[in-house]
């Protein structure tokens, strides 16, 4: 899972970014380079611990998130010019974007708007990826139209479905529609997919809070959630996370007691990305190791195979599979067999979130 890090300039991205890779990357309130700060999280997940305490592996693999602080120029950001070549690219590769608004008021790095107003933030950088996708379509439109006069009757008709489509996007888009919301067809998302447009993807919000909003936390959440239901949204304080962060996980629980804080910004996060992208997690133990691995909800076996090695999607013969609960009750692999709950799942089996797997293959 790739994640995207983007917000307006002083909003705190690159502490956010911090928070959830536990990284050391300088915070600056501005940086003129296109080049992100790249990390990875290993996703919580406290079924591994049980696992281990089953198969005792040499070696446990948690699945991992990786993050791109997107620094961008402020004028990208905050303009209604069209996002520049270089900060598309590592956008339009994300599964999702993340966008960090400031909600913290502090003197000594001033809003670039002049106040703080999060609901406004979010309106304009929505503007901003709109303006990206527009410019997009406009560019592919008029290909197509070239395209289109030398065309011969097979691909025409291919060709016109597409131009159709994009005209009828553009429409909304130009109607402050991101495209995530047009509810368009499986067949249409498919045709679009290769384009990667920004209001497509999957947008989390988290709210950039400060030290003495933490108590009001909830509220200011749910404020931006009835402002913007369509959006999945965390408040965290990104200072404080950060710093947390730095310490080790015994200081750091200890500090969240204290001030209230019972879940790391790093859970919430994943948990609502997981959610907000419909993924889930299942198990393999080869090799006397424990490996955990992210698939999107809905895929049968031999994809899943596939995401472990190429080799296994193709010469897949069928998988064995138990549930993470059954197993958990069992004990071990050999109680689970006698109960008859260890099953052997063709190339049909959709895997469940927590399956454990074992894939039979031949190549």
């Known amino acids: 899972m790739k994640i995207a890090i983007i917000g307006l300039p002083k909003s705190g991205k690159t502490t956010v970014f911090n928070a959830l890779t536990k990284g050391k990357a300088e915070v600056a309130a501005y940086s003129p ?14 079924r591994l611990s049980a ?16 993050y791109a602080d997107i620094a961008g120029s402020p004028k990208a950001f905050s303009s209604k010019e069209e996002i520049g070549g270089g900060l598309l690219s590592y956008l339009t590769t994300a599964d999702a974007l993340l966008q960090v608004v400031r909600a913290f008021e502090n003197g000594k790095i ?23 996708d527009l410019a997009i ?17 097979p691909e025409r008709g291919l060709l016109e479905k597409e131009q159709l489509l994009l005209e009828k996007i553009k429409t909304a888009l130009e109607k402050d529609m991101p495209i995530r919301e047009q509810g368009l067809a499986k067949d249409e998302l498919k045709i679009l997919s290769t384009y ?31 402002a913007y239901p369509q959006f999945a949204v965390v408040a965290l304080c990104g200072k404080l996370e950060m710093e947390l962060g730095q310490l080790s996980d015994a200081e750091a629980e200890e500090f ?4 209230g804080l019972t879940t790391p910004a790093l859970d919430w996060i994943i948990n609502l990305s997981y959610r907000l992208l419909e993924l889930i997690s299942f198990f393999t133990t080869a090799s006397a190791e424990l490996k955990a691995w992210t698939i999107p909800r ?39 067999r006698k109960g008859g709950l260890l099953k052997m799942e063709g190339k049909n089996y959709v895997v469940q979130d927590g399956d454990v797997i074992t894939f039979l293959f031949n190549v």
């Open 256 to 259: 969240r007691e204290a001030l």
């Open 298 to 336: 809905g895929i049968t076996a031999p994809k899943a195979a596939g995401k472990v090695h190429s080799d296994m999607e193709r010469g897949f013969i069928r998988a064995e599979v138990i549930s993470y609960s059954d197993l958990e009750r069992c004990g071990n692999l050999a109680e689970a």
């Open 110 to 132: 001033p809003h670039p708007e002049g106040s703080v107003d999060p609901k406004r933030d979010i309106a304009t950088l929505d503007l901003e990826l709109a303006f990206s």
């Open 33 to 46: 380079s296109l080049t992100p700060n790249i990390g990875v999280a290993k996703v919580p997940d406290s």
């Open 196 to 226: 990667q447009f920004l209001t497509a993807k999957p947008m989390l919000v988290v709210l950039n809070i400060g030290d003495e909003q933490i108590p009001r936390a909830s509220q200011l959440e749910q404020e931006i959630k009835s």
């Open 51 to 66: 696992l281990e305490n089953i198969f005792h592996p040499k070696k446990t693999v948690p699945a991992e998130v990786s």
């Open 137 to 153: 379509i406009e560019r592919k439109l008029g290909r197509l139209e070239a395209t289109l006069k030398g065309a011969k009757a």
